[in-house]
């Protein structure tokens, strides 16, 4: 039987996918549609990105610091929703800009400090995560199937009304997830900075390393993987499905990951997996393998995406004090989602223009380097403590 705060945090990403299955995608589709060149298109999907950068980290030490650990979520959806609303008069590039930078630090804004409690939450009423942010997933799916089929049915408009209605049911699923009470309002110590420096030059540091490097080995394969593997012949069908593959596997393995050895894995281990992976993932894909082989090649997304996610949040869970867990993952969404990810993001359409699918092999070295960082993190864990960070 599905536990009432599990059932309420699993709505909760439910809705947020169901929004953002058809953001992610589609929303560039919708300012093709209002007419915009692809440079201005390219600027405001960075004003996002720089958004999502800036204020993640500050959404997340609000959450950190906040009496109930519900309302940065709920007031995040709710101006998301208002942000998207906004759109709907709008064509005037400039004025977009802004409204792209609003939007992306609020619907990204959420993911950190939705993950940092929900994993507190697992901890507290003892529910499995992985299940619960599974169920997200599966509605990222349902959402990019039928939102694409909106669009060939209705035209790119459809996007927009489908974003905010979703949005507006996540913003419901966010006033109904459970409070999250503190025992008394967060009183700031006087050394929370010093042991947050503690933290960054030791196991910290090299956990936001290992994931953001890992993750952004993925920037090739978001940006140009649709025309890459559509120059090869493979039809755009074929490119939704090999995409929704990869999240299906994705699904599986956070299902699973709170279940046996799985279960027993250390953050530094599981990130070690998600980087041989990724070396394996995108070395292979580099040599323009056929379509057959590109299904188990994306079925590794489980390992490069999910095990390292996965062994990120593990880590705020069992090394990081409570006051700092969304603070944590406010600077791993910051740097993963944000910074390295925009960087190699950019450097993997000068790739491609030079190596055509070739520029798979690129994201090899954010994965060694990610691989590197890993290691050294897992030395440093089986290393006696010898000071209590908290």
Do not use: C
Not at 19 to 27: D, H, N
Not at 39 to 46: D, F, Q, R, V
Not at 257 to 265: A, D, F, I, Q, T
């Amino acid at each position: 039987m599905v536990k009432p705060t599990a059932l309420r945090f699993a709505t909760y990403y439910g809705a947020f996918y169901l929004m953002f299955g058809a953001f992610l995608p589609y929303f560039p589709r919708w300012l093709d549609g209002r007419g915009l060149s692809p440079e201005w298109i390219g600027w405001i999907l960075a004003a996002g990105m720089i958004g999502r950068t800036l204020v993640s980290p500050i959404g997340a030490r609000w959450a950190d610091r906040a009496v109930r650990h519900r309302d940065p979520i709920l007031a995040f959806a709710i101006g998301s929703v208002i942000a998207f609303a906004l759109h709907i008069p709008v064509s005037t590039p400039w004025i977009l800009l802004v409204l792209s930078f609003a939007a992306g630090a609020l619907v990204f804004g959420q993911i950190p400090v939705t993950d940092a409690f929900a994993m507190r939450a697992a901890r507290d009423h003892a529910f499995e995560f992985g299940p619960v942010r599974a169920f997200g997933s599966g509605l990222f799916i349902i959402a990019n199937f039928s939102a694409g089929a909106l669009i060939d049915r209705l035209g790119t408009e459809s996007v927009l009304a489908w974003i905010i209605i979703a949005g507006g049911l996540m913003a419901l699923a966010a006033a109904w997830l459970p409070p999250g009470h503190r025992p008394s309002a967060h009183i700031p110590r006087p050394d929370e900075w010093a042991r947050l420096g503690r933290m960054l030059a030791g196991p910290l540091g090299l956990a936001l390393a290992a994931s953001a490097l890992i993750q952004a080995g993925h920037g090739f394969y978001y940006v140009v993987s649709a025309n890459a593997w559509t120059a090869q012949g493979i039809s755009g069908a074929m490119v939704g499905a090999l995409w929704a593959f990869a999240v299906a596997f994705e699904i599986v393995f956070l299902s699973l990951s709170g279940r046996g050895w799985l279960g027993r894995l250390s953050p530094a281990n599981l990130m070690i997996i998600g980087a041989l992976a990724s070396l394996l993932r995108w070395g292979l894909t580099a040599l323009s393998p056929p379509l057959w082989a590109l299904f188990p090649l994306q079925a590794l997304h489980a390992l490069t995406f999910a095990a390292t996610y996965v062994g990120f949040l593990r880590f705020t869970a069992n090394d990081m004090p409570d006051d700092q867990t969304a603070l944590s993952q406010g600077l791993n969404s910051a740097l993963s989602g944000g910074i390295v990810l925009a960087a190699v993001s950019t450097l993997s359409g000068y790739a491609y223009a030079q190596y055509g699918v070739g520029g798979f092999a690129f994201m090899m070295v954010p994965g060694l380097l990610g691989l590197a960082a890993a290691v050294l993190l897992r030395r440093v864990s089986l290393l006696p403590r010898r000071e209590n960070i908290d």
